[in-house]
């Protein structure tokens, strides 16, 4: 079992910066691929950024792309979205989730993981 905790939300000006942290319990997490999906008011849940759990390999979704970074430290058991140069639209719920082995992040699915956050809130006002 993997716990997953995110923190870090808050609301932000636009084009200000965050750092969301996830916080990881449970074992072997430098086994899990991690990902950051974000759901905003009235849309569909979509990925935002995932690391692959060996090599560091990152992907991200086209609208978030120069503007926010995913990292990891295992030694920490934590998971980060740095966020930069925020917009309104980033307004959302953020979570984050685990996934066995998770490697190509662009083909994965929130169905897909295996362990899920409970989010955290981002408002980016105008």
């Known amino acids: 079992q993997v716990q997953l905790v995110e923190s870090g939300g808050g609301l932000v000006q636009a084009g200000g910066s965050l750092r969301l942290s996830c916080a990881a319990s449970?074992?072997?997490?430098?086994?899990?691929?991690m990902a950051w999906f974000r759901q905003a008011p009235g849309k569909e849940r979509e990925i935002v950024a995932t690391?692959?759990?060996?090599?560091?390999?990152?992907y991200y979704a086209d609208s978030v792309k120069g503007r926010l970074t995913i990292s990891r430290d295992n030694a920490e058991n934590t998971v980060y979205l740095q966020m930069n140069s925020l917009k309104p639209e980033d307004t959302a719920v953020y979570y984050c989730?685990?996934?066995?082995?998770?490697?190509?992040?662009?083909?994965?699915?929130?169905?897909?993981?295996?362990?899920w956050g409970k989010g955290t809130l981002v408002t980016v006002s105008s």
């Open positions: 989730a685990a996934k066995s082995r998770g490697l190509l992040g662009s083909s994965w699915s929130w169905g897909g993981m295996d362990y």
């Open positions: 449970g074992r072997a997490f430098s086994s899990y691929g």
């Open positions: 690391i692959s759990w060996i090599g560091g390999r990152t």
